[in-house]
C-alpha cells in the first residue's frame, strides 16, 4: 500500500510516500544502503542479498528518490520477535522525521503480525533507539539465528522494544 505522508519537513514541496518495497526498489534500497556501509554504520549487504529480501522493506520516497529505508522479519527460531535491520535516511534528509514515520511504521506492522517484540542492533551510542522505547538488552535474550549473523567484528549493541500484546489494553 502506497500512503501519502502528510509533513512540514522539507523537502520543500515534495512529496513524500511511505510504502511497501517492490522488486524495482532494491538496487536504489542497495545504493542507498551503499552509503552507510562506508563508515560502519550499516554492515555491507551485496545487491543480490537486498533483492532476495526487498519484501521486508517499507521505504519512503520524496518525488520518487528513495530517501529512507528499513527491513524488518521474523527470526526462523523464535515466532513472538521480528527484527528490525538496515536502517538509513538519506543524510540530506535527516532529522526531518523520515526515520521516526518508518519506525512507526515497522511497529505498527509487526504488532499487527503478532510480534511481542522487536529487536534490532546498532553500533551507534542506540540514543536515537532509547527515544521510541527500545531498551539495551543480552544478545542472549535475543533470537539465536539472528544473534549468530551479527558480525562479531562490529561490536554491535543489542536492543529490544516490546510491543504491546494484540488485544491487551494499552
Not at 41 to 67: P, Q
Not at 84 to 102: D, E, K, S, T, W
Not at 140 to 157: K, Y
Request: aromatic content about 8%; overall charge neutral.
Amino acid at each position: 500500500m502506497t500512503t501519502p505522508l502528510t509533513a512540514a519537513f522539507p523537502p520543500p514541496g515534495a512529496e513524500l510516500t511511505r510504502r511497501r518495497a517492490v522488486d524495482a526498489d532494491a538496487e536504489r534500497i542497495h545504493r542507498l544502503s551503499s552509503l552507510f556501509v562506508v563508515d560502519g554504520a550499516l554492515r555491507e549487504r551485496s545487491a543480490a542479498a537486498i533483492a532476495d529480501a526487498v519484501k521486508e522493506f517499507t521505504v519512503v520516497d520524496a518525488d520518487g528518490d528513495l530517501i529512507g529505508c528499513v527491513g524488518m522479519r521474523r527470526p526462523p527460531d523464535d515466532a513472538g520477535s521480528q527484527v528490525l535491520y538496515n536502517f538509513c535516511v538519506h543524510p540530506a534528509h535527516q532529522r526531518r522525521g523520515i526515520g521516526r514515520v518508518l519506525l512507526d511504521q515497522v511497529l505498527t506492522d509487526a504488532a499487527a503480525d503478532g510480534a511481542a517484540r522487536v529487536y534490532t542492533a546498532t553500533t551507534g551510542a542506540g540514543a536515537w533507539f532509547e527515544r521510541f522505547g527500545f531498551v539495551p538488552t543480552t544478545p542472549d535474550a535475543a533470537p539465536r539465528s539472528w544473534v549468530d549473523a551479527l558480525d562479531p567484528r562490529r561490536s554491535s549493541r543489542v536492543y529490544v522494544q516490546p510491543l504491546r500484546e494484540l488485544g491487551a489494553a494499552p
